[in-house]
Nanobody, 126 residues
Framework: QVQVVESGGGSVQAGGSLRLSCVAS????????MGWFRQAPGNEREVVAS???????TYADSVKGRFTISKDNAKNILYLQMDSLKPEDTAMYYC????????????????????WGQGTQVTVSS
């Protein structure tokens, strides 16, 4: 099972940017659907963005046009660039691997993944 470690979270003001990184313990070039999820207190863990092995991406409607998911296959790193951050983006963000073979247009659930990092906190103030 792959191990993943997230980093890059922090506290920013609304309109700011952050880039999250997720380092994987094995090659991710041909990995199944990888994703970024987030979970705010009292809420279920929800998918934010996902990327297939061919590089195609999908996004939750709430982050379209503001977030960008990408991966560096040579370094085994998954990224999430977050721009124009809003207070409602405040949550713990998690990298997910070892999930479904395809991202299915982003229709994903947290219980489909078996490899999770410890999460990185993102706090956006107004």
């Amino acid at each position: 099972q792959v191990q993943v470690v997230e980093s890059g979270g922090g506290s920013v003001q609304a309109g700011g940017s952050l880039r999250l990184s997720c380092v994987a313990s094995r090659n991710i070039a041909s990995s199944d659907c990888m994703g970024w999820f987030r979970q705010a207190p009292g809420n279920e863990r929800e998918v934010v963005a996902s990327i297939d092995s061919d590089g195609s991406t999908t996004y939750a409607d709430s982050v379209k046009g503001r977030f960008t998911i990408s991966k560096d296959n040579a370094k085994n790193i998954l990224y999430l660039q977050m721009d124009s951050l809003k207070p409602e983006d405040t949550a713990m963000y998690y990298c997910a691997a070892d999930g479904p073979p395809y991202c299915r247009g982003g229709y994903l659930f947290w219980y489909e993944y078996t490899a999770w990092g410890q999460g990185t906190q993102v706090t956006v103030s107004s």
